[in-house]
């Protein structure tokens, strides 16, 4: 099976964020990991590329998207409520065109302490992807997942689609899009400002491309200026992304819904 190439292996997709320390129930959020070094993406073949939705074992939504040039970001729901984020494991990836394997950190939203994971699967005729994910130290939060394969033409999002006024669900983080992709908002508190862009990709219309500047103040950010992934699902009318900092160690999370 020959998946479609989504972006190059020099993509900057983007959603940051900013505030304060890695606890649950918050709209953004960040977390850090000390478990290892930075993990250096594993070139993988170009058939196991793209965005894949499932279920976990653990009653738990979930998008894993995978680029060319080995990252993979696998995005996941509190339990039973797809519509609030639980986390999100950054990590690289290698594999086959039959099975595909990732070592990963999970940056928890819900108070857990990050995590060392190891996730296994093997992809079908369908492009379906299923398999596990085991944890260096904490087998409880060892869990089975499987996902679906989503062509990059199975929704395709548009500025259209995205323009308006977001809040997120702990109501401290608010932003408004433009039609131009122009973004601005703030998050936590009315001195930690940001600004950015927003724009759909050229070769996956289900995934955006944003990029989000802090403006100092009480950012925990300072005046940085981060990119990662972002999705927007036009049924729950929310904006979900997350953002790696350059040095690998350390996450911002983000969720909005569209008012």
């Known amino acids: 099976m020959k998946f479609s190439k989504i972006l190059t292996a020099t993509l900057s ?5 900013c505030g304060g320390g890695g606890g649950g129930g918050g709209s953004t959020s960040t977390s850090t990991s000390t478990t290892e070094p930075p993990l250096t993406p594993t070139p993988i073949v170009t058939q196991n590329v793209g965005l894949w939705r499932g279920t976990t074992s653990t009653g738990r939504s ?10 993979a970001y696998q995005l996941y729901s509190a ?22 394997s990732l070592r990963a950190v999970d940056f928890s939203w819900e108070g857990h302490a990050s995590a060392m994971t190891t996730i296994a699967g093997t992809l079908d005729g369908a ?10 130290a904490d087998a409880s939060r060892n869990f089975s997942f499987t996902s679906a394969y ?5 929704q395709v999002i548009g500025m259209a689609d995205v323009i308006g006024a977001y809040a997120g669900t702990d109501r401290t983080t ?6 131009d992709g122009l973004m601005r908002g703030v998050a936590f508190s009315p001195d930690c400002a940001f600004i950015g862009s927003i724009a759909p990709t050229r070769n996956y219309t289900t995934l955006m491309q944003m990029s989000l500047t802090f403006q100092g103040g009480a950012c925990t950010f300072g005046t940085q200026t981060l990119e990662g ?31």
Do not use: C, M
């Open 13 to 17: 997709l983007a959603l940051a964020a």
């Open 62 to 71: 979930q998008s894993l998207i995978l680029f060319e040039d080995g990252r």
């Open 79 to 100: 339990v039973s409520d797809p519509a609030t984020t639980g986390g999100v494991i950054i990590g690289s990836a290698s594999g086959t065109a039959s099975s595909l």
């Open 127 to 136: 492009g379906n992807y299923n398999g596990s994910a085991t944890y260096d």
């Open 150 to 154: 989503r062509p990059p033409t199975a």
């Open 174 to 179: 608010v932003l408004t899009i433009r039609a």
């Open 229 to 259: 992934i972002a999705i927007y699902d036009p049924t729950l009318r929310t904006l979900q992304g997350v953002a790696l900092v350059d040095t690998g160690t350390r996450v911002a999370l983000f969720l909005a819904r569209k008012s």
